[in-house]
């Protein structure tokens, strides 16, 4: 049976923008995300941002019905998507559960999907977006040493990198049957085999180009991001616009040339040192809930990396 909507809620950093872009606002595939450009802002303004006092379950749900009509008269499947529905670590914000009791209560008949990515990678990824994005901590910072003081946490929480959780608890809400893991390491081992296990779930053939690239957003090399961070702290923060100014620019084209000047060795061994932070964090922490992933998810997520 096809799916009256997907909704895709992340994680960060998993291959989202691909898929927002390439995938599920492209009626080649049998996907379109309504409204158009303005879709993903409609959810978040409805669902992330809005006051707990003054959410009205059944005004939010209208307002998606008539959003997702016109879609579904082009006999297309719209998809409601935004990866920050699992958290922002990013901007320190861990509103997962919230939004999962409201999305479950505007659209308890959508077909989930849930994209991952595993832990180690992902928190490195996170943290050049983070830097990317104006931060100025280092990395023990923004992912913790653990031993941090009560009620202090880094940006990234360990909890946030236990996927079981959140894939159990969905599948609490929507029904197992109504809830579809897919890794990151799938599409780049098996793109087919990606979108074969998508088309299944969502009861319709999807003819994804296969052209596209899986990869939307390349990232400044180890080095070049450490002077980004320094630089950082130069930079005035942005209120009220999302469009970069005079600084930014500059700044971007600087680090592009820099980026392509440093000697690979260098780079590489910049990110080893990323990384070696990376594992000994993470180190034994992450086996018992990917475990318990694998069972939920009937699939071995040792044979895609995961601890």
């Known amino acids: 049976m096809t799916a009256s909507c997907l909704l895709h809620i992340g994680y960060m950093k998993s291959a989202t923008t691909y898929l927002q872009e390439s995938v599920f606002n492209n009626p080649m595939t049998g996907f379109a995300i309504p409204l158009g450009g303005s879709g993903r802002a409609f959810i978040v303004?409805?669902?992330?941002?809005?006051?707990?006092?003054?959410?009205?379950?059944?005004?939010?749900?209208?307002?998606?019905?008539?959003?997702?009509?016109?879609?579904?008269?082009?006999?297309?499947?719209?998809?409601?998507?935004?990866?920050?529905?699992?958290?922002?670590?990013?901007?320190?914000?861990y509103d997962a559960h919230t939004n999962a009791l409201r999305l479950h209560a505007v659209l308890p008949d959508a077909k989930v999907l849930i994209t991952i990515r595993e832990q180690k990678a992902l928190a490195y990824s996170m943290y050049v977006e983070y830097?990317?994005?104006?931060?100025?901590?280092?990395?023990?910072?923004?992912?913790?040493?653990?031993?941090e003081k009560l009620s202090f946490s880094p940006f990234l929480?360990?909890?946030?990198?236990?996927?079981?959780r959140a894939v159990a608890f969905y599948q609490d809400l929507f029904g197992p049957d109504r809830v579809l893991v897919l890794p990151q390491e799938l599409l780049a081992r098996n793109r087919a085999a990606y979108f074969e296990k998508l088309s299944t779930f969502v009861?319709?053939?999807?003819?994804?180009?296969?052209?596209?690239?899986?990869?939307?957003?390349?990232?400044?090399?180890?080095?070049?991001n450490r002077v980004r961070?320094?630089?950082?702290?130069?930079?005035s923060p942005r209120i009220s616009s999302n469009a970069p100014g005079r600084w930014e620019r500059g700044?971007?084209?600087?680090?592009?040339?820099?980026?392509?000047?440093?000697?690979?060795?260098?780079?590489?061994a910049?990110?080893?040192?990323?990384?070696?932070?990376?594992?000994?964090?993470?180190?034994?922490?992450?086996?018992?809930?990917?475990?318990?992933?694998?069972?939920?998810?009937?699939?071995?997520?040792?044979?895609?990396?995961?601890d």
């Open 45 to 93: 303004d409805q669902i992330i941002l809005s006051d707990g006092f003054t959410f009205d379950k059944n005004a939010v749900a209208a307002r998606l019905e008539a959003a997702g009509k016109p879609v579904r008269d082009r006999n297309l499947i719209p998809v409601w998507s935004d990866e920050t529905f699992l958290g922002e670590p990013i901007s320190r914000r």
């Open 131 to 147: 830097v990317r994005q104006g931060g100025l901590a280092a990395l023990t910072e923004f992912i913790g040493t653990g031993q």
């Open 229 to 235: 961070r320094t630089l950082n702290r130069l930079k």
């Open 251 to 268: 700044l971007e084209k600087g680090l592009k040339v820099l980026d392509r000047v440093t000697p690979d060795v260098l780079d590489q």
């Open 157 to 164: 929480r360990l909890d946030h990198l236990l996927f079981d």
């Open 270 to 306: 910049a990110s080893r040192s990323l990384k070696m932070h990376i594992e000994e964090r993470y180190a034994g922490l992450l086996q018992d809930s990917n475990a318990r992933l694998s069972t939920l998810i009937d699939l071995d997520l040792s044979d895609y990396g995961y």
């Open 203 to 224: 009861g319709r053939e999807i003819e994804v180009p296969l052209n596209a690239q899986t990869r939307v957003h390349s990232s400044l090399g180890a080095s070049a």
